[in-house]
């Protein structure tokens, strides 16, 4: 018997758990599917089965992954959810309870479960070398069947990823390899960092290891056509500090940001240069490229981490904890640099994928048009921005509208030449759709909307793949 959830923000409104997996194979659509628009859109986010222990605080990275899917092509579209199914998964669903505790915590895990890895797979979905694979950045990929969404089990690369593996690897687009990294590489709060190369067949090409200067939480990393860098920022994990019933990861003011820079396909250990700097923040970053012998690197940064505690287990002020897009700079000579690009509250940055790690003009983002009290989450818009010129194209969905990460789909030839693809809940209509938009004319809204037959729930990361 499934008990019933706590009333906390996150198992609530916008990210109350749905629950049900559905096939719907012609949706309604309002207005027209453009005519170059075939192939799968797919969104992974948190749904959890089961409601955690009652003195376990729910946390929305936590929950069970759930993968929607929704085929577009001829003008029609079609869509099914499933849940990723991983071990955690077929565990908690035999036994009808939660036996995890969040993020793993050891101090609420069932003694059946101890110790055993804790995968969500709720992060982001991501093809590569014709596979689909579920990521979240504590384990290593969970390989899916990119039309049913059936689970496969775990992707190792040939034993090349044997642990944690990041929920951002990066496409270099002059080869088509997988660039990606995973921390806590050698066991929870450990400093190792693993660096891996894919090739675009999926077969392993490179592994690298290092160590950042403390146990961070490296939620993304930059990729240019000369470096990789990686950024050891002032979000600390601490096993010890768990087991003492204080936050396992937690924000420590205290603490220097490390960039580490090292050449693309480098070695690591002593190849890899690090640039100490005050504490900041991000999450996700749109881009980086190499400006000379500087590297630069667009974020939607802040000044401290939100959703994460302090030590004390303190949550942070709404407004240090605002993101908005920054140009960070870190030159060759040690020193780093941030400016403000666009000053809206924002964040899911997107780029057209083509231009990864190259020197670019747009960016797409969700953000708030229109800040309102009580909304934890507050993305009501999408737009685009052109941080050359520093312009911004955007469009609001309307009070009461929350909105997810857009996806940029290419089909011309020119940077930014094609649609955005984002879900859409109408809180006031309880209703979903996918939304797709001209990413050169977002002011103009959505030229079609893709009707869901049921809410689907707030969520994380979003991919496209082309039909064959």
């Known amino acids: 018997m499934s008990l019933p959830f706590p009333d906390e923000p996150y198992l609530r409104g916008y990210y109350r758990p749905f629950g049900a997996e559905m096939e719907a194979e012609d949706l309604v659509v309002e207005g027209t599917i453009p005519a170059d628009l075939a192939g799968t859109f797919y969104r992974n986010g948190p749904d959890p089965q089961h409601p955690p222990h009652p003195d376990d605080r729910y946390h929305v990275f ?26 955690k998964f077929e565990l908690e669903r035999a036994a009808g309870k939660r036996l995890f505790g969040v993020f793993g915590n ?67 687009p002059s ?29 392993p090409r490179h592994l690298a290891w290092l160590d950042q200067p403390y146990a961070s939480m490296m939620h993304d990393f930059a990729l240019t056509e000369r470096h990789v860098v990686f950024p050891c920022l002032p979000v600390v994990i601490s096993m010890d500090r768990a087991m003492q019933g204080k936050p396992l990861t937690a924000w420590e003011s205290d603490r220097a940001s490390h960039f580490g820079v090292m050449a693309k396909g480098g070695a690591g250990g002593s190849d890899v240069r690090w640039v100490e700097t005050d504490p900041t923040f991000m999450f996700h970053i749109a881009n980086s490229f190499d400006d000379g012998d500087d590297v630069v690197i667009d974020v939607a940064g802040s000044k401290r981490a939100p959703l994460m505690p302090a030590v004390d287990g303190s949550l942070p002020d709404p407004q240090e ?7 960070w700079r870190i030159g060759h000579n040690g020193t780093f640099r941030e400016e403000q690009i666009d000053g809206l509250d924002l964040q899911f940055p997107r780029i057209d994928d083509r231009m990864q790690g190259k020197r670019y003009r747009y960016a797409f983002v969700n953000g708030t048009a229109r800040p309102s009290a009580g909304r934890i989450d507050g993305f009501d818009s999408i737009a685009t921005i052109d941080v050359e010129r520093g312009t911004r194209d955007e469009f609001s969905f309307g009070d009461g ?27 006031h209509a309880n209703e979903s759709i996918l939304a797709i938009t001209d990413a050169r004319n977002v002011a103009a809204g959505p030229v079609a909307r893709v009707h869901m037959p049921a809410r689907v729930p707030g969520g994380f990361h979003c991919h496209w793949r082309a039909a064959a």
Request: charged share 20%; proline share 8%.
């Open 62 to 87: 936590d929950g069970d992954g759930m993968i929607y899917a929704i085929r577009l092509g001829g003008g029609r579209a079609s869509m099914r959810n499933r849940y990723v199914r991983t071990r």
């Open 106 to 172: 050891p101090r609420f895990n069932d003694p059946s479960v101890s110790p055993m890895e804790y995968n969500t797979a709720n992060t982001h979905i991501w093809p590569h070398g014709g596979a689909l694979y579920a990521l979240m950045e504590g384990c290593p990929p969970t390989a899916l069947d990119p039309d049913t969404l059936e689970t496969r089990g775990y992707e190792t690369f040939g034993s090349t990823v044997t642990g944690p593996f990041t929920a951002h690897p990066k496409t270099d």
């Open 175 to 203: 080869d088509g390899a997988m660039h990606a990294f995973g921390y806590s590489a050698k066991g929870p709060g450990s400093t190792a960092v693993r660096y891996n190369i894919i090739d675009s067949a999926g077969q």
């Open 321 to 327: 904890s605002r993101f908005t897009l920054k140009r």
């Open 401 to 427: 509208a929350f909105c997810g990460e857009p996806v940029f789909v290419a089909t011309g030839p020119e940077e930014g030449e094609g649609w955005l693809l984002n879900l859409v809940w109408d809180s």
